[in-house]
């Protein structure tokens, strides 16, 4: 059964620069590639929301379970996309922050994540993959309200760093949590 008391959160509002075209549609086995993203958490979650810029073309291939946020500030960074989240979420008992331009994590990976968040009611869960922390990461709904706040182009690095002590760390097999697609080449491999 999918839990209910908590949801994903996918960044897709990204601008693809060094990619050199939108690499959220770009086919990957036969579908875009945004869809093997999303498989995962969809299979894992009754709640998933993916943070879009306005009138985003990439909404028209999207599941109808996916919930769709607006950032309209997202062209200024991750932080805006990830306030603008924040700010849209119900009040959650935990949540997942995932990319996009990670096609290849494994549903088992999230099931772990989900399960190690949900046993913790303060905490933020970082996978790691040979000691090389990944995404997506797992936060208890009391870190919403620092996810507000955030601005720039480094996500919730702010948050993370200013509750190290809070962040644990968990071990995974799963090396697709290091895996974005940043370039034409990477989506081929």
């Known amino acids: 059964?999918?839990?209910?008391?908590?949801?994903?959160?996918?960044?897709?509002?990204?601008?693809?620069?060094?990619?050199?075209?939108?690499?959220?549609?770009?086919?990957?086995?036969?579908?875009?590639?945004?869809?093997?993203?999303?498989?995962?958490?969809?299979d894992q979650l009754q709640s998933v929301y993916v943070v879009l810029k306005p009138d985003d073309p990439v909404e028209t291939v999207l599941p109808p379970s996916v919930q769709i946020i607006e950032a309209p500030d997202a062209y200024l960074g991750m932080g805006h996309s990830l306030a603008a989240a924040a700010h849209h979420l119900p009040d959650l008992k935990w949540f997942l922050v995932g990319l996009a331009d990670m096609?290849?994590?494994?549903?088992?990976?999230?099931?772990?994540?989900?399960?190690?968040?949900?046993e913790l009611e303060d905490a933020?869960?970082?996978?790691?993959?040979?000691?090389?922390?990944?995404?997506p990461v797992g936060f208890s709904g009391n870190f919403l309200e620092e996810l507000k706040t955030l601005s720039g182009d480094v996500g919730a690095k702010r948050v993370l760093s200013q509750n190290g002590n809070k962040l644990v760390d968990l071990p995974v097999t799963d090396e697709a949590i290091l895996r974005d697609v940043d370039t034409p080449e990477q989506i081929r491999r």
């Open 1 to 42: 059964m999918r839990p209910d008391d908590g949801a994903a959160v996918i960044l897709a509002a990204g601008s693809s620069q060094r990619f050199g075209a939108d690499k959220r549609l770009v086919a990957l086995e036969g579908q875009p590639m945004i869809l093997h993203a999303l498989a995962p958490y969809i």
């Open 103 to 118: 096609p290849w994590i494994k549903t088992d990976t999230i099931h772990r994540i989900i399960a190690r968040v949900r």
């Open 124 to 135: 933020i869960i970082r996978p790691s993959f040979n000691g090389e922390p990944g995404h």
